[in-house]
């Protein structure tokens, strides 16, 4: 191997030099180049999905303040009031309750409005006409409007979880006669207009991991299908944040999912760069 380097002319000690020294660089450059390329690509789409976080905690909120509003609305609402009085004060006829609700719902973006007389017990649903009388005094927003306070929270139904809002109902400045509880449905229909916003999939689950809504139809055939079967079936980047009931507890928790480019990217720049 000496003989041999000896017997090269300068010219070619320098070329093979300059090539062995181009060989070693880039066996030594490529995969630190490949590895900050793939760093900063996966960087840019975890801060993707941290601005998609905070975009659907931010609609999340205004969801809560729009229900809100509105409950504070319909308890000043002259035809709910007088129908209410009259029901619980002088024996009047239900239907009056139900058609001053049901007027609200027809008119309004929201899932659900729900009456309640002073006892906590309800008087008129307004998507479920045929459902009263129940009692509602341990529900901690209803407790909280028959003690003179408007309150909201997330709430686990067996419908899904619904933003709701509670707010007392006052036939005089002092006198409550009642509450008013309105709510948006967090379904199906409500994350794919977020998704529209997002251009993410999302999914609701409850505590037990069961999926609630989903924006991931048909995949998702029938609700209590498990977040864990989803998931490890999809090539998904994915961030969550939990959904708090009134008291501050966890009930569920909202999954923010999003394709992994990557692999694909560094496949098709791959390809692209064997088929020179």
Request: a positive charge; charged letters at 25%.
């Given at each position: 191997?000496?003989?041999?380097?000896?017997?090269?002319?300068?010219r070619?000690?320098i070329?093979?030099?300059i090539?062995?020294?181009?060989?070693l660089?880039?066996?030594?450059?490529?995969?630190?180049?490949?590895?900050?390329?793939?760093?900063?690509?996966?960087?840019?789409?975890?801060?993707?999905?941290?601005?998609?976080?905070?975009?659907?905690?931010?609609?999340?909120?205004?969801?809560?303040?729009?229900?809100?509003n509105?409950?504070k609305?319909?308890?000043?609402?002259r035809?709910?009031?007088?129908?209410?009085?009259?029901?619980?004060?002088?024996?009047?006829?239900?239907?009056?309750?139900l058609?001053?609700v049901?007027?609200?719902?027809?008119?309004?973006?929201?899932?659900?409005?729900?009456?309640?007389?002073?006892?906590?017990?309800?008087?008129?649903?307004?998507e479920?006409?045929?459902?009263?009388?129940?009692?509602?005094?341990?529900?901690?927003?209803?407790k909280?409007a028959?003690?003179?306070?408007?309150?909201?929270?997330?709430?686990?139904?067996?419908?899904?979880?619904?933003?709701?809002?509670?707010s007392?109902?006052?036939?005089?400045e002092?006198?409550?006669?009642?509450?008013?509880?309105?709510?948006?449905?967090?379904?199906?229909?409500?994350?794919?207009?977020?998704?529209?916003?997002?251009?993410?999939?999302l999914?609701?689950?409850?505590?037990?991991?069961?999926?609630i809504?989903?924006?991931?139809?048909?995949?998702?055939?029938?609700t209590g299908?498990?977040?864990?079967?989803?998931?490890?079936?999809?090539?998904?980047?994915?961030?969550?944040?939990?959904?708090?009931?009134?008291?501050?507890?966890?009930?569920?928790?909202?999954?923010?999912?999003?394709?992994?480019k990557?692999?694909?990217?560094?496949?098709?720049?791959?390809?692209?760069?064997n088929?020179?």
């Open positions: 191997m000496k003989d041999f380097w000896k017997r090269l002319s300068i070619h000690k070329t093979s030099i090539v062995l020294t181009i060989i660089v880039t066996i030594i450059i490529l995969p630190v180049i490949s590895y900050l390329i793939k760093d900063a690509l996966l960087k840019q789409q975890q801060n993707h999905l941290t601005s998609v976080k905070n975009l659907v905690i931010k609609l999340f909120e205004d969801y809560q303040s729009k229900v809100t509105y409950t609305l319909f308890g000043n609402d035809e709910v009031k007088d129908s209410l009085f009259y029901h619980t004060e002088l024996a009047g006829e239900r239907e009056h309750t058609r001053a049901s007027r609200l719902h027809k008119s309004f973006d929201v899932s659900s409005i729900e009456l309640g007389d002073a006892r906590g017990r309800v008087v008129a649903i307004a479920n006409p045929d459902k009263y009388d129940a009692d509602r005094s341990a529900d901690s927003l209803i909280n028959l003690q003179g306070k408007v309150m909201s929270g997330i709430m686990l139904t067996d419908k899904g979880f619904v933003i709701k809002a509670s007392p109902i006052y036939y005089n002092n006198q409550i006669i009642g509450t008013i509880t309105s709510g948006i449905l967090l379904d199906n229909g409500l994350l794919a207009k977020i998704k529209q916003l997002s251009d993410t999939d999914m609701i689950v409850d505590n037990s991991d069961n999926v809504s989903s924006t991931m139809k048909p995949e998702i055939n029938t299908t498990k977040n864990r079967d989803v998931t490890s079936k999809s090539n998904n980047l994915i961030i969550k944040f939990p959904l708090r009931a009134v008291s501050d507890s966890v009930i569920g928790n909202v999954i923010i999912l999003q394709e992994d990557l692999p694909k990217i560094i496949a098709k720049t791959y390809f692209t760069s088929s020179r």
